[in-house]
């Protein structure tokens, strides 16, 4: 069973930047694709970004695409989200979740294990 625990959520101004990070337990990282997804009040989960078991492979929804990078650390169990350029409809509470997929995949129900998630709030 795969514990996920996101960190580095915040308020933040437009323009400005956040680095999530989600650390896993009771796992080895390195089995799974790993996936960001965020949820803004009133609207379903979506797909952020997502890298491959290896790292070597990442995958960004075109609304993040130049802004955000993904990376992923397999030594250290952990996975990053840097986000640049933040804009207030980004504004979510962010969420890592881990799939058995070998390649980052956009549907939720590929994922098997999430993390309670961590706010982010951009202020206009």
């Known amino acids: 069973q795969v514990q996920l625990v996101e960190s580095g959520g915040g308020l933040v101004q437009a323009g400005g930047s956040l680095r999530l990070s989600c650390a896993a337990s009771?796992?080895?990282?390195?089995?799974?694709?790993m996936g960001w997804f965020r949820q803004a009040p009133g609207k379903e989960r979506e797909f952020v970004t997502g890298?491959?078991?290896?790292?070597?492979?990442?995958y960004y929804a075109n609304s993040v695409k130049g802004r955000f990078t993904i990376s992923r650390d397999n030594a250290k169990n952990t996975v990053s989200l840097q986000m640049n350029s933040l804009k207030p409809e980004d504004t979510a509470v962010y969420y890592c979740?881990?799939?058995?997929?070998?390649?980052?995949?956009?549907?939720?129900?590929?994922?098997?294990?999430w993390g309670q998630g961590t706010q982010v709030t951009v202020s206009s």
């Open positions: 009771g796992g080895t990282l390195s089995s799974y694709a």
């Open positions: 890298i491959s078991r290896s790292g070597s492979s990442t």
């Open positions: 979740a881990a799939s058995p997929q070998r390649f980052a995949v956009v549907a939720l129900g590929a994922y098997d294990y």
